[in-house]
């Protein structure tokens, strides 16, 4: 069976969805995938970002990682996607990323692609079902392959039961959350890989 390439994809204010890529994309290389860890960029003006210490704080931590790019979008064979919700839709980094997407798609570069989605917010009903299907619609535009981890594992019963990707209030993530992160990457490479040999 081939080695799938997956690209660990995330956006994160103040640090949520890049503990959850994180977990994703140890689980990834557990699972047997080759792995690429990749930011979406920050479109926020920089004095809004400098105003608040936390988010100053979280782009400087992950500012050594490099940037997602097109050439990381055809070189992987799948992607776990990681953003926080704005008002019951996804961060607008992630729109704005998305929305970048045209060329791609126009060349048929995504399809076929694996994708899996995960998503935080302030509360635990703050969007992120919405926010998570709203991403795979785009996905489906692209000719992408849903990948959502439904209730394939027990797990999916401890956790914040979201059948679409796990769902993540602000700050680390605990013993459980590690468990349905580590699913869900497992299940994208599970898939993956089928779907590459």
Known sequence: MATPKIAVIFYSTYGTNY???AAA????????AEVRVLRIAETAPPEVVEGQDAWKAQVERVSELPVVT???LKWADGYFLSSPTRYGGMASQTRAWLDTLGGLWMEGALANKTITVTASAQNMNGGTEGAIQQTYVSAMH?????VA???TDGVKFEDS????????QPGELSEVGHRSVAHQAKRLVDITAKLTA
């Open 161 to 168: 039961g979201n059948p679409y990707g796990f769902s993540s």
């Open 142 to 146: 692209f000719g992408m392959i849903p």
């Open 70 to 72: 097109p050439d990381d």
């Open 149 to 151: 981890p439904g209730y």
């Open 25 to 32: 994309a140890k689980a990834a290389e557990e699972a047997g």
């Open 19 to 21: 503990g959850i890529a």
